[in-house]
């Protein structure tokens, strides 16, 4: 299996501007997690799936975040209007049972906000 | 607010050497907790788990949890360069996992 596949790797874009990321899980997981980390705020959970449907979107900063999954091979996380604040490296990751312990986390994009 | 703190470090071993990672959390209904290791550049990789009060080994890792005193650690024995890395620290609690800042580790040949 290819694992966990984010594009971009990494984005640069500016300020005002819609940013998409996408993840494709592996094969078969029925979990999906988007996280963030930064320097100052670490790894955060942003939101998760679970067959499709977001179970705790909690972690999602503000209304400007959105994440989609419409079917068990995709998903998108868009950040509309993108601010500075959100330069972050984005990790997607996907779980067959949803624990931490059989959780695979993609490569990340690396988004840099101007 | 639920925290999970560690110390940022970094921390530098020699190689060989016994290295020494702590975590503290406040929720005391915390129930399982994990280490990842994480490389420059890289995603977090899964390195151990533990649910239980007590020790946990794996190769040259051994984990160690502390409900009571709320701290889980991470020995790594043996250390090599390869090892070195951020090690962050997860508690989950109720489908709500939160991570530590992660704490560097550099183990110098």
């Known amino acids: 299996d290819a694992g966990v596949i984010q594009s971009p790797r990494h984005e640069v874009t500016e300020m005002g501007q819609e940013v998409t990321l996408r993840c494709k899980p592996i094969?078969?997981?029925?979990?999906l997690f988007w996280y963030r980390q930064t320097m100052m705020r670490g790894l955060e959970l942003l939101i998760y799936?679970?067959?499709?449907?977001?179970?705790?979107d909690s972690g999602m900063p503000e209304d400007r975040f959105s994440a989609k999954m419409p079917n068990a091979s995709f998903s998108t996380l868009k950040i509309q209007p993108s601010e500075p604040r959100d330069s972050a490296v984005y990790f997607c990751a996907s779980s067959e049972s949803g624990g931490a312990d059989t959780q695979y986390f993609g490569p990340g994009t690396r988004l840099t906000v101007l | 607010q639920k925290e999970v703190e560690q110390n940022s470090g970094p921390l530098s071993v020699p190689e060989g050497a016994i290295a020494s990672l702590n975590c503290t959390y406040s929720d005391r209904g915390s129930q399982s907790f994990f280490w990842y290791r994480q490389y420059s550049g890289k995603s977090p990789e899964l390195i151990m788990f533990i649910y239980s009060n007590g020790d946990k080994e794996d190769g040259r890792f051994t984990a160690q949890l502390n409900k009571a005193s709320q701290y889980v650690s991470l020995l790594i024995r043996d250390s090599q360069p390869s090892d070195s890395a951020t090690y962050l620290c997860a508690v989950v609690d109720n489908n709500d996992m939160r991570f530590g800042a992660g704490t560097r580790l550099t183990v110098k040949p």
């Open positions: 799936f679970n067959n499709n449907v977001p179970i705790d």
């Open positions: 094969s078969g997981h029925d979990y």
